[in-house]
């Protein structure tokens, strides 16, 4: 392994730059945030169970957009079912939001404490093969902090990011990441440095749940019942690196305050097997983890924006622009290609888009 891998896409020293006044309230914000590592988790949880329910009866875009998500992911539960899941994800936001400085400001015997490893062998068996790993990541909360867990038992890890809009919280985010060793690679940097990393011996975090957007998407997978968007360059990039994957899945236990890490070995694809399929083993590992804590999910990251195509014509977050809507949006064909009868969705409604003209078209089978 090569003794010293670059940064790619991302400066330490950026920080220098970024001291002027136009930056002075986010640099006050890590300040309370440091203040706030050193005040008792179950203060700080008990502070975010509190402020859980008048935050999350706030009608913001935040809260159209993750009801949005959720009433897609979870087609038919009761709306009184999909409130109390999103006051739970606000209560896991807030958790996630005035702990964050804790990987910077606490010392690392504090942070080694609070993590459970839930089946540590999985991971064992892996490193034993000798070979580069890909850690496939989905965006729960506690991503960031399990994620140290790596890098602070000595593995080679470098994670692959995207860059926040605020200068000074990408600059610290990005320090917390590799507070205990690595390198960061922004995905503007390309794919090449991440080839070149995994070669080198380096273990990957790799976030591949992420809708890219259309420009950018190519794979779909099933998640939850509703094709997502996936990024299809994970069977590539195991293949040219000779990577194996593993699905880590993470979560922040309220009960005992503690941060678990869950792996998921993925077995190699096959010469038989084409990339959908691996790619939906990979979802369906992400699906089976995020079921346990559906509350830890980032829904509001627009899950579901991308379609496959004009069959699945209903875009679930038409309201959540910033022109105010109020469209009852068809939940069921954003699940459901539209190649059969439209469902009853009562006398009044009136699809967004001419529909009829979809279904005489011929697609191929999914």
Excluded at 30 to 43: D, G, I, K, Q
Excluded at 53 to 75: C, D, E, G, H, Q
Excluded at 116 to 123: A, D, S, T, Y
Excluded at 209 to 222: A, H, I, K, R
């Amino acid at each position: 392994m090569s003794d010293h891998i670059d940064n790619a896409g991302y400066d330490p020293k950026a920080w220098r730059k970024l001291l002027g006044p136009k930056y002075w309230f986010s640099w006050a914000s890590l300040a309370l945030l440091a203040c706030l590592s050193y005040v008792p988790n179950r203060v700080r949880d008990c502070l975010a169970y509190l402020l859980s329910f008048p935050l999350s009866t706030i009608n913001v875009r935040f809260k159209k957009v993750t009801m949005a998500s959720l009433n897609t992911a979870f087609y038919g539960h009761s709306e009184q079912e999909i409130k109390h899941l999103y006051r739970k994800m606000m209560m896991h936001a807030i958790i996630t939001g005035i702990a964050y400085g804790e990987g910077v400001f606490l010392p690392a015997f504090m942070l080694k404490r609070r993590w459970v490893v839930k089946n540590e062998e999985v991971l064992k068996s892996a490193l034993e093969q000798k070979r580069p790993i890909i850690f496939c990541v989905p965006h729960t909360f506690a991503l960031d902090r399990c994620g140290l867990y790596l890098s602070c038992y000595g593995l080679p890890m470098f994670a692959v990011v995207n860059d926040q809009k605020n200068p000074v919280y990408n600059w610290f985010l990005n320090k917390q990441r590799i507070i205990f060793g690595g390198t960061i690679h922004t995905r503007a940097a390309g794919f090449r440095s991440i080839i070149r990393a995994l070669k080198s011996g380096r273990h990957c975090y790799f976030l591949c749940d992420e809708d890219l957007g259309p420009e950018n998407t190519s794979t779909f997978v099933n998640f939850f019942g509703t094709p997502k968007a996936m990024v299809g360059s994970l069977p590539k990039l195991a293949k040219l690196t000779k990577a194996q994957v593993l699905v880590l899945h993470t979560s922040y236990n309220i009960a005992t305050a503690n941060y678990e890490l869950e792996f998921t070995h993925i077995e190699d694809q096959s010469s038989s097997e084409d990339d959908s399929s691996y790619l939906n083993k990979v979802s369906a590992a992400f699906e089976a983890g995020i079921s346990k804590h559906p509350e830890q999910y980032m829904w509001f990251l627009r899950v579901f924006k991308t379609i496959p195509d004009e069959r699945y014509f209903a875009n679930a977050y038409i309201n959540c622009n910033k022109v105010a809507h109020e469209f009852e949006v068809d939940y069921y064909h954003r699940r459901v290609p539209y190649d059969h009868p439209i469902k009853d969705m009562g006398p009044n409604y009136k699809p967004l888009v001419d529909y009829e003209p979809l279904v005489k078209q011929p697609h191929q089978q999914d």
